[in-house]
């Protein structure tokens, strides 16, 4: 199972998590900030659950690509 984690309050907005990873993050058209889909809302913390180990490649490439590193990604 891959666990992908965005801290979204810390987002800037730079699109590189919707580049890499688009089944995965959107950016919103509201705020301008990423949007981790399909995801739960904890205290600023959206997690994914993924069973599909497809995801661990492009969402860690998303994970390097941020420069402020609040995308998290764990295999368990």
């Known amino acids: 199972m891959v666990i992908i984690t965005l801290q ?3 987002c800037i907005g730079c699109n590189y998590c ?5 089944d995965y993050f ?5 705020d301008g900030k990423s949007v981790l ?3 739960q809302d904890k205290k600023g913390f959206h ?3 993924e ?9 860690e490439k998303a ?3 941020c420069p402020v ?3 998290d990604v764990k295999v368990t």
């Open 51 to 59: 069973q599909n180990m497809e995801a661990l490649e492009p969402c």
């Open 18 to 22: 919707a580049e890499f990873a688009p």
């Open 37 to 39: 889909l399909k995801s």
């Open 69 to 71: 590193h609040i995308i």
């Open 26 to 30: 959107r950016m919103s058209k509201k």
């Open 63 to 65: 994970s390097e690509a």
């Open 8 to 10: 979204r309050n810390k």
């Open 47 to 49: 997690t994914r659950k």
